[in-house]
């Protein structure tokens, strides 16, 4: 009996799980370390940075002021349809003016930790979130998962749905920004649920047979 | 609720529009001439048929049908913005949940999966 797999798949899951990255320095972990080797990040050392966590809500939390209550209506109906289709995920969205300036990397990591956005219990692999921290006043915005979406989607799939935000952004029409991020994971996530059902890689993948081992 | 509120004055405005012809078109009705004594008597036998109705106007018909369309169209405007928001029109996906997670960093809900960008100069 022959074992297939397909090398394409295989790449991705090492691409999935074997990157991960320091959220500050960007530096590569080997391992699943308690703090960056490179430059010492831990959750602890961000507790006293930013010190205690702001007020939020569930789906969206405008601290700058700057969605109008149309907006933010439209939306939270938007965030709440997307939890709607798919319903283990929940993507939340902060927009906050950081003072003192603090790389966003950081902030959003010490967020989605510490806010706790879904239920108190998902952690670990169970955390399926999804949060898009914006700071319009020093320009950036970041977008980070939870620890049970690293398996799906990649790091280039979000630096994609933050591009598809560019536009928006860069003209101030920050409501229009997170829509276009939201449609652009919610076809990203679409695409993947339906391979995972399918049960078939992505294409241009090749397949390798590989000869069963020898039994005894 | 503000598409409440349109859509009720939209069929408001719709049931004036359908009736208003109707008002116009009503005749002073000029009081019956007395009857002279050369009238021939009425047969006590024979039913009288009562006063004739008058033929629905077609502008009164275009309005009924103007003011119901629109009833239907609104209707089903307010529900598709209902339906889509409670997908209606899409299926729910899932995703297999994975059985460990490499916990990194002192966090326990993630692990800095992340993508920035900047934004100025667009």
Redesign the interface.
């Known amino acids: 009996m022959t074992r297939c797999y397909n090398i394409r798949s295989e790449k991705k899951a090492s691409v999935l799980?074997g990157n991960?990255?320091?959220?500050s320095c960007r530096a590569l972990?080997d391992a699943?370390?308690?703090?960056?080797a490179q430059c010492g990040?831990?959750?602890?050392a961000l507790d006293r940075k930013f010190g205690i966590v702001p007020l939020y809500s569930r789906y969206l939390t405008d601290r700058t002021e700057r969605l109008s209550l149309r907006d933010a209506q439209h939306l939270r109906?938007a965030l709440?349809?997307f939890q709607?289709?798919?319903?283990?995920?929940l993507f939340s969205v902060m927009l906050v003016d950081l003072h003192p300036p603090a790389p966003?990397?950081e902030y959003?990591?010490w967020l989605?930790?510490r806010a706790?956005f879904s239920e108190f219990q998902?952690?670990?692999?169970?955390?399926?979130?999804l949060?898009l921290v914006i700071d319009p006043g020093a320009?950036?915005?970041?977008?980070?998962?939870?620890?049970?979406?690293?398996?799906?989607?990649t790091?280039?799939d979000?630096?994609e749905?933050?591009?598809a935000a560019?536009?928006g952004?860069?003209?101030g029409d920050v409501a229009s920004a997170i829509n276009s991020c939201i449609d652009f994971m919610t076809r990203r996530?679409?695409e993947?649920?339906?391979e995972?059902e399918a049960g078939q890689p992505e294409t241009g993948g090749e397949t390798v047979q590989e000869p069963a081992p020898e039994t005894p | 609720m503000n598409c409440l509120r349109h859509f009720l004055v939209i069929v408001t405005l719709s049931m004036l529009f359908a009736f208003c012809p109707s008002s116009f078109a009503q005749d002073a009705a000029s009081p019956p001439s007395p009857s002279s004594a050369t009238a021939v008597p009425e047969n006590p036998f024979v039913q009288s048929a009562g006063p004739s109705k008058k033929p629905t106007s077609l502008k009164v018909k275009l309005g009924v049908a103007f003011a119901l369309l629109t009833a239907a169209a609104g209707t089903l405007w307010i529900s598709m913005r209902v339906w889509r928001a409670a997908n209606l029109f899409d299926r729910q996906y899932h995703f297999p949940p994975p059985q460990t997670a490499a916990l990194r960093l002192g966090a326990n809900r993630s692990g800095g999966h992340l993508a920035t960008i900047k934004f100025d100069g667009v």
């Not at chain 1, 991960?20 to 959220?23: A, D, E, I, K, V």
């Not at chain 1, 915005?141 to 620890?147: D, M």
């Open positions: 799980t991960m990255r320091c959220p972990l699943p370390l308690p703090q960056c990040l831990s959750l602890a109906q709440c349809l709607r289709k798919f319903p283990q995920l966003i990397s959003a990591f989605i930790n706790r998902a952690t670990g692999a169970k955390n399926l979130e949060l320009k950036e915005a970041a977008l980070i998962t939870g620890y049970g979406l690293e398996n799906y989607v790091e280039d979000l630096a749905a933050l591009n560019r536009p952004l860069g003209t996530l679409r993947i649920a339906m995972i």
